[in-house]
């Protein structure tokens, strides 16, 4: 079965984690944008953070066979952007990502939960009482 780009916004956003990215969000964006369906960003704490982090998205797309068509050009050292076609991961410093709010300009993406973590489980309703 082929890995939708959902799961692989999924493990990408996995990837990030193990790699002590901050403050990731994924976003499905395929209302709001029509060059991409998810939008995976992410925050950095230094320039050496910002390409081991690059570094990891770019074989863990590998591994799950679907590598990343393109990179931005130039690399910059506060903001990156790796194009998985219907997935983009922005992954940048946190005064970048202050600056460019790319979760204002995609203030009505629905976000996605990536972590797994498990649900608070939901409240069972009361049963009434009957009389017998």
């Not at 959902?6 to 976003?27: C, M, Q, Y």
């Not at 395929?30 to 230094?46: D, G, K, W």
């Not at 590598?67 to 997935?87: I, N």
């Not at 410093?93 to 993406?109: G, M, P, V």
Request: net charge positive; hydrophobic share 40%.
């Amino acid at each position: 079965m082929a890995l939708t780009f959902r799961a692989l916004g999924r493990a990408l956003a996995r990837a990030a984690s193990d790699k002590k990215a901050e403050e990731i969000v994924l976003l499905d964006v395929r209302r709001q944008s029509p060059v991409t369906e998810y939008m995976l960003i992410a925050t950095v704490t230094s320039p050496p953070h910002l390409e081991a982090l690059e570094d990891a998205l770019r074989k863990a797309g590998l591994e799950l066979h679907c590598p990343s068509l393109r990179r931005a050009r130039p690399a910059s050292d506060r903001w990156r952007v790796l194009d998985f076609g219907g997935l983009l991961a922005h992954f940048m410093t946190d005064e970048a990502r202050r600056f460019y709010n790319l979760e204002k300009l995609y203030h009505q993406a629905r976000p996605v939960t990536w972590d797994d973590a498990p649900q608070t489980p939901a409240k069972t309703p009361k049963r009434r009482k009957t009389h017998a």
